[in-house]
Nanobody, 138 residues
């Protein structure tokens, strides 16, 4: 059974940086999308991930609202676990949200080629973590 566990949330001052991790276990395929979504207080979860990766190739996609301020990377751990790392800098109070990790697939590619991670909507992700809270104070 696939499980996603996030860590690294907390409080940060505006202008600061944060590193979040999401560990996926229970899945052996690399043909998956892993992405970070966020839900701000009083709002619905954003429709698209702020950052997503096609794990097999390392192809990454970033949302326009955060592009230039975040990077994601992945690493393989022992026992076939995969970790998706999100690093965000120059944070603002508008970044305050619950950050939730999700995975889609396998497979996560189109029959004609290319991953299906680009702007993949939240309803097309199969697995979800419980989230980690990030609070940015001014």
């Amino acid at each position: 059974q696939v499980q996603l566990v996030e860590s690294g949330g907390g409080s940060v001052q505006a202008g600061g940086s944060l590193r979040l991790s999401c560990t996926l276990s229970g899945g052996s395929s690399s043909s998956i999308c892993m992405g970070w979504f966020r839900q701000a207080p009083g709002k619905e979860r954003e429709r698209e991930a702020i950052a997503a990766m096609y794990v097999r190739t390392g192809e990454t996609h970033y949302g326009e609202s955060v592009e230039g301020r975040i990077t994601i990377s992945s690493q393989d751990n022992d026992n076939d676990k995969k970790t998706l790392i999100l690093q965000m800098r120059n944070m603002t109070p508008e970044d305050t949200a619950m950050y939730v990790c999700a995975a889609a697939g396998p497979p996560a590619y189109f029959p004609g080629g290319g991953s299906s991670c680009y702007r993949r909507p939240n309803h097309a992700y199969n697995y979800w973590g419980r989230g980690t809270q990030v609070t940015v104070s001014s």
